[in-house]
């Protein structure tokens, strides 16, 4: 079987322990030398960069995120253990973990180290697929002749030179496709290496929970559990059909996955086609205050995503799905592109109005299509409303505090709803 040192690199035949080092960083799989789809996820980057600039706290719980009144941006795994999570309100954070140290997220900084990575992984493929500063998929096909090694060589190469040379490590998931990759990345976190080889996919996803699968969150389980699918083996057992009709487009994904068959490729840096957000509650709903303050949050976030890639939308799009799982969807051309929170949530509010009262709903989401660059963006202003102008100067300032200060050094009180 063969056997990759994570320490020193070194490859052998077998065994537990490397004949070179002696180390027990161990990985050992049958397919190990052929597998080519990874995913590389960074370990609590935030914090982990935290940590690296300071190292007064090293030993110590670390929460990145904003005031007693902000969210859980991220945190370190000391923190995790005491049962803090990402989303969670700072004050619930706090009270899990009263001796936590709680930093101000630095976003230049992370993107900067991000970038770096990003330099890293470039050295080994070009075939490079972001999902965000910390993570991303890679196909490494046709690499091993390019480098002189396996494509699980050049990857422990890649997560010991970040920890080497840049402070923060990283966990990798090996595997023959996107789906079963991000999986094998969360198996054995912080600084893991797991390989979910072909001949044992159908074995290993068999009595896993579908909650194993990438999008099913807690309001699709709880519907998927109606069904009485709880299990990757309860999946099995429906037809392909059936599961389409009572799921629609997640019907059809939910009968590949649990086969383990994923044919998306890698995508290297392609324009996105859209930009968009969205949410599922725990509980339908169909109040107006409510959904109102999501459409803004969401469109702050959209909003977010755009300045950051520099693109702008030319369309709003706004999505809804009702508690009987009917989608309703409808977008709006804008008169020029745009980025801006304000006219992203004009433009949803006014799409929500004509459907809102027809809830109650499961789920919210907001997007920007027909994408342009962002230096086509919002330069004709809008002679109906004289104010337009006013609001788009104050967000540009505000983008400004936010980026000095952290994400929550401003918020709109319509997001507190």
């Known amino acids: 079987m063969p056997a990759l040192c994570r320490d020193c690199l070194t490859s052998f035949p077998a065994g537990s322990r490397c004949p070179a080092c002696r180390s027990p960083r161990v990985i050992a799989h049958e397919e190990l030398e052929s597998l080519t789809i990874a995913h590389m ?9 935290e940590k690296r600039d300071d190292p007064s706290l090293r030993d110590h719980p670390v ?18 253990i005491k ?3 990402s989303a969670m309100p700072m004050f ?16 230049s900084v992370y993107v900067e180290v991000s970038r770096q990575i990003r330099t890293m992984m470039e050295a080994l493929t070009p075939s490079i697929e972001p999902l965000s500063l910390d993570e991303a998929f890679l196909d490494l096909t046709g690499t091993a002749r390019l480098h002189g090694a396996a494509p699980a060589v050049l990857l422990a190469r890649l997560v010991k030179r970040m ?17 079963l990759a991000k999986i094998a990345s969360d198996l054995d976190k912080p600084r893991g290496f797991s390989v979910i080889g072909k001949a044992e996919t159908p074995a290993f996803l068999q009595g896993k929970s579908v909650r194993i699968i990438w999008g099913v969150g807690t309001a699709t389980q709880a519907e998927l559990e109606k069904a009485g699918i709880r299990r990757i083996s ?8 059936d599961l389409s009709a009572r799921f629609g487009h997640m019907g059809e994904r939910l009968y590949h996955l649990a ?4 044919q998306r490729r890698v995508a290297r840096d392609e324009r996105p086609k859209s930009i968009s957000k969205e949410t599922t509650f725990n509980e339908d709903t169909s109040d107006a205050d409510l959904l109102d303050g999501h459409l803004w949050r969401l469109s702050e976030q959209v909003a977010d995503r755009a300045k950051a890639k520099e693109l702008a939308g030319r369309s709003v799009v706004l999505k809804l799905k009702r508690g009987d799982f009917q989608l309703v969807t409808r977008r709006h051309s804008l008169g020029d592109a745009t980025q801006l929170t304000d006219r992203i949530y004009r433009a949803a509010r006014a799409m929500f109005e004509h459907v809102g009262t027809s809830g109650p709903y499961r789920l919210i989401g907001v997007g920007i299509a027909d994408l342009t660059s962002a230096d086509q963006a919002d330069v004709s202003g809008d002679l109906l409303d004289p104010d337009a102008a006013k609001r788009a100067a104050l967000e540009r300032a505000s983008d400004g505090i936010r980026a000095r200060f952290g994400s929550d050094a401003i918020i709109r009180g319509r997001a507190l709803r």
Not at 41 to 49: K, N, W
Not at 64 to 69: H, K
């Open 41 to 49: 996820d960074c370990d609590a980057f935030y914090a982990s960069v």
């Open 63 to 80: 929460i990145v995120g904003g005031g007693t009144r902000g969210v859980v941006s991220t945190c370190c795994y000391l923190a995790r």
């Open 83 to 85: 049962g803090v999570r």
């Open 92 to 107: 619930q954070a706090l009270r899990l973990c009263p001796e936590a140290k709680v930093v101000k997220p630095r976003m």
């Open 163 to 179: 920890e080497d040379e840049l402070g923060v490590s990283g966990s990798i998931g090996l595997s023959h496709n996107k789906f």
């Open 234 to 241: 309860d999946l099995l057992r429906w037809d392909r059909g």
């Open 259 to 262: 086969r383990g068959e994923d």
